[in-house]
């Protein structure tokens, strides 16, 4: 029981480390237009492949 709950716990808090990480990518970006950033689209893009 207790790992099932861990399990749980863990798929509830990866997509807010994927927001995090999308957030933090991009306070620091350095570009003009965050849209063309290769680095905030990866990011997005591993956002987007999570389950909400």
Same mark, same amino acid.
């Given at each position: 029981? @207790?790992? =099932?709950?861990?399990? *749980? #716990?863990?798929?509830?808090?990866? @997509?807010? =480390?994927?927001?995090? *990480? #999308?957030?933090?990518?991009?306070?620091?970006?350095?570009?003009?237009?965050?849209?063309?950033?290769?680095?905030?689209?990866?990011?997005?893009?591993?956002?987007?492949?999570?389950?909400?």
């Amino acid at each position: 029981m @207790p790992s =099932r709950r861990r399990a *749980e #716990l863990a798929e509830r808090i990866a @997509p807010a =480390r994927a927001s995090l *990480e #999308l957030i933090g990518c991009a306070l620091e970006c350095g570009h003009d237009d965050l849209a063309t950033c290769p680095h905030f689209r990866g990011a997005v893009a591993r956002r987007l492949a999570l389950p909400a």
